[in-house]
């Protein structure tokens, strides 16, 4: 697992996040969902509705959309709700990433990628976020969180070191 990064160590400490993200200082949200299999489209159209809203570009989006869906999958299908039921779902907007986090009241196994077969319908969900994101877990009081960091990516076929390309 990786450490969570020292900004977004901030964040879960509860301090004020100050980088300045589309004119205007980060933005985020917490809400409280339901521990149920319909949550994780909730999640990911309040999370869309706020990407749009910040413009942080389609890619990116499609991203953190696709990554929160899976944490709050995970989250329903592999553990148990916080206390007083539900989990929470929060974010941050930032210049160079969003961060995202799930808490639920914890699980028998710590998270984890696994191998699956090709003919399995299950099993994928942290595989994709890997592909996508650092993410990690870290314990809470009564719980598990686990938290995302989708950074924004070079566009296809940009050359980010900037010399020019052999064609």
């Not at 933005?27 to 409280?32: I, K, L, S």
């Not at 999958?73 to 007083?84: D, E, L």
């Not at 539900?86 to 930032?94: A, F, I, N």
């Not at 998270?111 to 994101?133: F, N, W």
Request: net charge neutral; charged share 20%.
């Amino acid at each position: 697992m990786i450490s969570p990064p020292a900004a977004f160590a901030g964040v879960l400490a509860g301090q004020t996040p100050t980088e300045w993200v589309a004119g205007r200082w980060d933005v985020g949200n917490t809400v409280r969902l339901p521990h149920d299999a319909a949550s994780a489209a909730a999640a990911r159209r309040q999370v869309s509705a706020e990407m749009t809203a910040q413009q942080v570009g389609d890619r990116l989006a499609d991203d953190v959309a696709l990554v929160i869906s899976e944490l709050v999958a995970n989250s329903v299908r592999h553990a148990s709700p916080m206390k007083g039921g539900g989990l929470e779902v929060s974010w941050e907007v930032r210049r160079d990433a969003v961060e995202l986090r799930v808490t639920d009241g914890g699980g028998a196994a710590v998270p984890q990628p696994r191998q699956v077969g090709p003919d399995e319908v299950s099993g994928r969900g942290l595989t994709i976020v890997s592909k996508l994101a650092d993410w990690g877990v870290q314990a809470t009081p009564g719980g598990t969180t686990v938290w995302a960091v989708v950074r924004v990516r070079a566009p296809e076929g940009a050359n980010p070191g900037g010399t020019a390309r052999a064609g």
